[in-house]
């Protein structure tokens, strides 16, 4: 499908509050290959390309020769962390097959425009299609629902299970006032 499957093909994208812009990043599986970052400025109605697509990408594997993950459908599992300033990345069907799901947990930088394989301590979710996530600011807590409920702690770089039951193929959000 080319570079319209980052919308298309089972991806989603966070809002980046801080610069009130939308953040896309998908494809995968067999749609598409580039694991390119866009941007969609609310106030401008302007798209940007955040970074360029790694060339000949590492296809069936979540890490690419250069570091950087892999193309993805990913479903809903990107986050904006405001506190940090950085986008959060995890599961999905990586370019190629679709039997490969992402399990290591990226966030991109925007300052230094530079993706992290973070690598983090704690009980780490096993993530499938369709998994979903949402960032609380009160708490600076991710909040992931895939094999269980989970939570990722960026500041602690780490990851706490919650409990062992969870949802797919959904959509979730943080009511910040209760």
Known sequence: QGPAAVITAWSGGALDSRRNRLVLFGGGHTDYFGNELYAFDLDRLKWSRLTDPTANPT????????????????????????????????????????????QNTWTFDFASARWTNRNPEGTKPVTGFGDLCSYDPATRKLWWCSSGLFSYDDDANRWVRHGPTGFKNSTSCIDTRR
């Open 59 to 102: 296809l069936d594997r979540d890490v690419n020769w250069d570091g950087t993950p892999n193309s993805r459908d990913t479903y809903n599992g990107l986050a904006y962390l405001a506190h940090a300033d950085r986008f959060f990345a995890l599961g999905g069907s990586v370019a190629r097959t679709g039997d490969t799901v992402c």
